[in-house]
Structure formats: structure tokens, C-alpha cells
């Protein structure tokens, strides 16, 4: 898979379907990758989440449409995906600064929003460490969620943030994040604060147990205090690494791995703090 490529043909089948049900699933299903990478892969190399793009590219063509057409603004509701005239010009009115009816009226002024193409540059080279292992199959505990892609971003480190101020009593130590998303083809994944299993522990206190599978991993050093060292990571995978390699995303998982804070002197926030981001990949 070229990555971008696939981000590239994303966008024309968002501009294709404009005003049909857009889901994060149905895009992923339309260029053959995982719902869960897709979302990722589109906020790295875009700047923007797949709704909030979609959502911008609405209400921008909804503006021209309001200008050169007479249609009703309950019409153009509907045809954006908007369940009501309100709620229409509430989105308009955050995203243009003018309302409607004012657009309706004449002098009021309006966003235009483009659709994106993505380029390549360079900017000189640079290194990025990782490493290919072959994992057997190996079985975790922990706490899970479903969550949505459009929230993810916002929602997954609440969810760490209830799990861990349960103090002394919390469920698992959080080895492991572990997205799952076997059917690459919703619009929503699990995820999982996890530990390595124990089976008396989990027994115990009631955790789900997953067994991650045999697999091939890209392996991505992350070093220094938490978050920033994942996040750059995490860009790079998609806008350097992936567009680059030899290796293309082989199944729906994705694993952020956590060294235990307790080793070192500042916790996550140590400038020596490590971490690791694992990938299922294949040969091209």
C-alpha cells in the first residue's frame, strides 16, 4: 500500500460522496486499509480528523451554494447531513461567522475551504529507529472501551485518567495500549489499558482477557517525558516511515508499550522515559 496514495484517493471519495452518509468505515472500506489506521494516518498527514475535514468541506460548499442558488436552507440542511434547520446554522454560523439568513441578505462574508491535496517535500534527511519482530501470540488483561474515531483523540486519555485515579485500587498497571480493530471496517474500535496476563488477578477483578496474536511488529522507540515523544513518533510512522518502507499495515491492532514509571526518577515525565509504538506489518 502506497500510504499516500490512499489518503489521496480518500479525498476523492469524500469529494465523490459529499452528501451521502460518510462514515469513517465507509471511506476505509472504499481504499482497502483499516478504519483505525485510516483515521490516524489522515489526522498525521492532513492536520485534520476525517469529520472535521468532511465537515468543513460541507459547510464551505453549502456557503457557494447559498450565494448562486435560491435552494432553502431546511434543502440545504438535509443535503449535508444535518438533522435540522438549527442545527445547520449553528455549524454554518461557527464556521463562516455569519449566519444564513445574513449570507441570504448580501455583505456578509464567507470561508472558503478547499479540498486538500496531499504533496511530498523534502527537507533533508533524517533517522528514524525501529526494528522488525516476529511476536508469538501472547494473552493480556485490562479494562476496555469502544470508542468512536471522530473522539478518540479527546476521549482515549480521559479514559486512562479514570482508570488511574482509582489509586491503589486501580485494575492493571497500563502496560500496554491496545487498540483493536479486527474487521478494519466500523466506525468504532476497542481499546484496552493492559497488563501481561495473570490469570488469578484477572479472575479476581473481573478484567477482560485478549490474546494478541502471532504476529510480525514494526517496533518504535519513543524516549523522554510523555506525550510529545509519542506524538512525534506516531507522525513520523505515517508521514515518513510508511510512505517509505518496504512494509505496509498488516491487521488492525496498533500497541503503545509503557515502561513502568516506578524505574524512573520523574516518572513518565523523565527526559529518560521510554516507551514503544508496535505496528502489525507485512512485506509490499
Not at 438533522?83 to 445547520?88: A, T
Not at 464567507?110 to 501470540?137: N, Q, V
Request: charged content about 25%.
Amino acid at each position: 500500500m502506497n500510504w499516500v496514495k490512499t489518503i489521496e484517493d480518500a479525498i476523492e471519495c469524500i469529494e465523490r460522496n459529499m452528501t451521502e452518509d460518510l462514515t469513517v468505515g465507509r471511506i476505509a472500506k472504499e481504499v482497502n486499509t483499516s478504519a483505525f489506521y485510516f483515521q490516524k494516518g489522515f489526522s498525521m498527514l492532513c492536520g485534520y480528523t476525517v469529520g472535521e475535514y468532511v465537515r468543513m468541506r460541507r459547510l464551505s460548499l453549502a456557503g457557494e451554494e447559498l450565494l448562486s442558488s435560491d435552494v432553502k436552507v431546511i434543502d440545504l440542511a438535509i443535503k449535508y447531513g444535518y438533522d435540522s434547520p438549527d442545527s445547520f446554522t449553528k455549524a454554518f454560523t461557527r464556521f463562516h461567522g455569519s449566519t444564513p439568513t445574513d449570507v441570504r441578505r448580501g455583505g456578509a462574508m464567507l470561508k472558503s475551504f478547499a479540498p486538500l491535496h496531499i504533496k511530498l517535500t523534502l527537507d533533508g534527511g533524517s533517522t528514524m529507529e525501529y526494528r522488525i519482530e516476529r511476536k508469538p501470540a501472547f494473552m493480556v488483561m485490562g479494562v476496555s472501551k469502544n470508542f468512536s474515531y471522530e473522539n478518540a483523540n479527546a476521549e482515549v486519555p480521559k479514559f486512562w485518567n479514570e482508570v488511574f485515579m482509582q489509586a491503589s485500587e486501580r485494575p492493571v498497571m497500563g502496560m500496554y495500549g491496545v487498540c483493536f480493530d479486527e474487521e478494519m471496517a466500523g466506525n468504532e474500535f476497542r481499546y484496552m489499558i493492559a497488563d501481561d496476563l495473570d490469570e488469578e488477578k484477572a479472575a479476581k477483578k473481573h478484567l477482560d482477557v485478549h490474546e494478541i496474536k502471532e504476529h510480525t511488529w514494526a517496533v518504535f522507540p519513543c524516549r523522554g517525558a510523555m506525550p510529545l515523544p509519542l506524538q512525534e513518533v506516531n507522525h513520523k510512522i505515517f508521514s515518513e516511515w510508511l510512505p517509505a518502507s518496504s512494509y505496509e499495515i498488516a491487521e488492525g491492532y496498533n500497541i503503545e508499550y509503557y515502561s513502568n514509571p516506578e524505574d524512573f526518577q520523574n516518572g513518565m515525565q523523565d527526559t529518560s522515559y521510554y516507551a514503544e509504538v508496535w505496528i502489525p506489518v507485512k512485506e509490499k
